[in-house]
């Protein structure tokens, strides 16, 4: 079998690392930048010691800062605007996965014809974007390293991903002191969905022996570390560890893919507006029980980064440890547990069951076959 492994190319990580980016895009001969960032990110003022870096060396810069969350489609084209108007040489992402999608996404669009939802699917982009770098304000998504775009169908009421070899970053940025200031509750979200990235990765059909080790370090960092980044939120070590974390998971994940938990957790995150991370983690034990026959030795060996006994134990029963362990995480977090908290109903399942047989580009990577009726079980199981 051959495989292929590619990732962001430079990987700043440390305390202060965002001072850097003047100095990264000065390098790259580059006079004029687009920050792209939401307003939570802009009003919490992380992107003043970006500006400041920049400023320092002399580079330009403009700020699109109307990304929201799950980003439409349309935002992306307000971005292309921008772009046309500021003609910058390189965009920078600031903040979560929206930001950083979106900053892909219009990257791309900016150097190629149409609308961006004609490049929805995998390596359906003709030609390379604008340079981009990538500065993520949470440890969950490890887009920063991932060639991947999460855009909402408003129309489909889906997540759509746009996936490209041209949508690697130039640079990913990572300062772990700019997740300090997250509540407890994102951390709990962002956390869960970095565990959950590598979780999928490492039990992904395309799983490879490279992707592994980065999962299995991914979850060993975040399992260890996100308890103490909610619970003390400047303790900055937990936060390094967790960042750290995040970006290995992203790397294992860009190259073995997610699988069904993230497909169950689109058509809820798309029709009920619940969090990425949220969605993920209340799929995640229903969809893990009826994953784990699809490959138990695999799913077994989830004992070791989760620090789970196997003395004495078969597979199944050691399954049943792992499963615990991730849910009284869940549990500890405060992480909503049920669908019905967010007003889903009996009658939404057949609706949202339809959704993930949609999901085929994570489907196929799944450790087991899903058909409709068991996506239905699963859903209603999650009520
Ligand atoms: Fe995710």
């Known amino acids: 079998m051959v495989n292929v492994f590619s990732t962001t190319p430079r990987i700043i990580m440390g305390q202060g690392a965002v001072e850097r980016i003047g100095d990264e895009v000065k390098n790259r001969r580059i006079e004029k930048v687009l920050i792209v960032t939401g307003p939570i990110v802009r009003a919490a003022g992380l992107t003043d010691p970006l500006e400041a870096s920049l400023k320092k060396v002399g580079v330009e810069f403009a700020v699109f800062d109307r990304v ?81 775009a999460i855009l909402s169908d408003e129309g489909e009421k889906l997540k759509k991903g746009i996936v490209s070899r041209h949508m690697y970053p130039s640079a990913a940025i990572l300062d772990p002191e700019l997740t300090v200031g997250l509540p407890p509750s994102v951390t709990a979200a962002t956390g869960m969905d970095a565990l959950i990235h590598a979780i999928e990765a490492y039990t992904s059909v395309n799983a490879t022996g490279m992707t592994e080790m980065y999962c299995v370090r991914a979850m060993e960092l975040i399992y260890n570390n996100l308890r103490i980044a909610y619970a003390k939120g400047d303790n900055i070590d937990a936060r390094s560890a967790m960042m750290e974390g995040a970006l290995l998971a992203g790397i294992g994940f860009a190259n073995a893919g997610v699988t069904a938990v993230h497909a169950f957790a689109y058509p809820i995150g798309a029709e009920f507006h619940i969090p990425h991370g949220v969605a993920n983690t209340l799929m995640l034990p229903h969809v893990l029980r009826f994953n784990v026959l699809g490959n138990l030795p695999k799913f077994a060996a989830l004992a070791e980064p989760f620090d789970i006994p196997v003395k004495d134990l078969d597979d199944l029963q050691i ?65």
């Open 68 to 148: 929201e969350p799950d980003p439409r489609y349309e935002i992306v084209s307000d971005c292309v605007d921008m772009i046309k108007s500021e003609s910058p040489g390189l965009l920078i992402g600031l903040g979560g996965g929206s930001p950083i999608d979106l900053c892909k996404a219009s990257a791309i669009m900016a150097a190629n014809e149409g609308s961006v939802i004609d490049y929805v699917g995998i390596d359906m982009i003709p030609n390379p974007g604008l340079p981009t770098i990538m500065i993520p304000t949470t440890a969950g998504t490890g887009s920063e390293v991932t060639p991947i």
């Open 319 to 383: 399954v049943d440890g792992v499963i615990a362990a991730i849910d009284r995480l869940a549990r500890d977090l405060k992480v909503p547990r049920h669908l019905a908290d967010f007003g889903v109903t009996e009658e939404d399942v057949p609706m949202l069951a339809e959704g993930v047989m949609k999901v085929t580009r994570l489907l196929a990577n799944n450790p087991r076959t899903l058909y409709l009726e068991d996506a239905e079980a699963i859903y209603h199981a999650a009520l």
